[in-house]
């Protein structure tokens, strides 16, 4: 019964590749999100999306297309890894976007290494 | 822009002490402040939050006041566990703008016992 739930929980992989992270959410609510943590335990919004939507798309390199299949999921793609790349990405979600309840509740990460 | 700027870790306590994390803020209007904690190899929970000025947060015995004044959030415990070892995040958000939550750099905790 995780609420917001991420796979894989580490990822190693070589410069170059593609990969992908996948996001869920139980929780029935309409907005989810995508921060990177660096090394320096640094956090940062990436994308948010709202029913589906993009809302935020936060300078972050094409390499990374988040893609949204429906409200309770959302994945982020990277293409041609990059050794900057490597971090902790946590996906996190909110009941709506302008009403009353906007609390983020987060995943528990995945820890992405590119050797 | 906005940002938040909190103390420097890491912050090195007895059990029983007290615990002050400094978080001061800078945005324009009135953005929701948060307190997030993030214990070791987990996500980030949210420990507590306040909406507006003057607005007392409190959660499992952490409480941060919102003050305007000094655009300040500061969390304190009077007194802290082994347990509450952990990484404290202060954000600001603000709904017009997408529910982007804005992190400060974070603050290590540990306590001793």
């Known amino acids: 019964d995780t609420a917001v739930s991420q796979t894989p929980k580490y990822l190693v992989t070589q410069m170059g590749n593609d990969k992908s992270i996948k996001c869920e959410q139980n929780l029935g609510h309409d907005t989810m999100y995508w921060y990177k943590q660096d090394s320096k335990k640094f956090l940062k919004i990436m994308f948010s999306?709202?029913?589906?939507?993009?809302?935020i798309n936060e300078t972050v390199p094409n390499r990374f297309s988040p893609k949204s299949p429906d409200k309770a999921h959302l994945n982020l793609h990277i293409n041609s890894l990059e050794l900057g790349d490597s971090a902790v990405y946590f996906c996190?979600?909110?009941?709506?976007?302008?009403?009353?309840?906007?609390?983020?509740?987060f995943g528990p990460g995945t820890r992405l290494t590119v050797t | 822009g906005n940002s938040v700027t909190q103390m420097e870790g890491p912050v090195t306590l007895s059990e029983e002490a007290f615990l002050t994390i400094n978080c001061t803020y800078t945005?324009?209007?009135?953005?929701?402040l948060f307190w997030y904690v993030q214990y070791p190899g987990e996500g980030l929970q949210l420990l507590l939050k306040?909406?507006?000025?003057?607005d007392k947060g409190s959660n499992k015995g952490f409480e941060a006041t919102y003050r305007k004044e000094t655009t300040s959030f500061h969390l304190e415990k009077g007194s802290v566990q082994v347990s509450d070892s952990a990484v404290y995040f202060c954000?600001?958000?603000?709904?017009?703008?997408?529910?982007?939550?804005?992190f400060g750099g974070g603050t290590r905790v540990l306590v001793k016992p």
């Open positions: 306040a909406t507006k000025a003057d």
């Open positions: 999306y709202n029913n589906k939507e993009l809302i």
């Open positions: 996190a979600s909110s009941q709506d976007l302008l009403g009353s309840s906007y609390e983020q509740y």
């Open positions: 954000a600001l958000l603000y709904k017009a703008a997408g529910n982007k939550l804005t």
């Open positions: 945005a324009t209007g009135y953005p929701s």
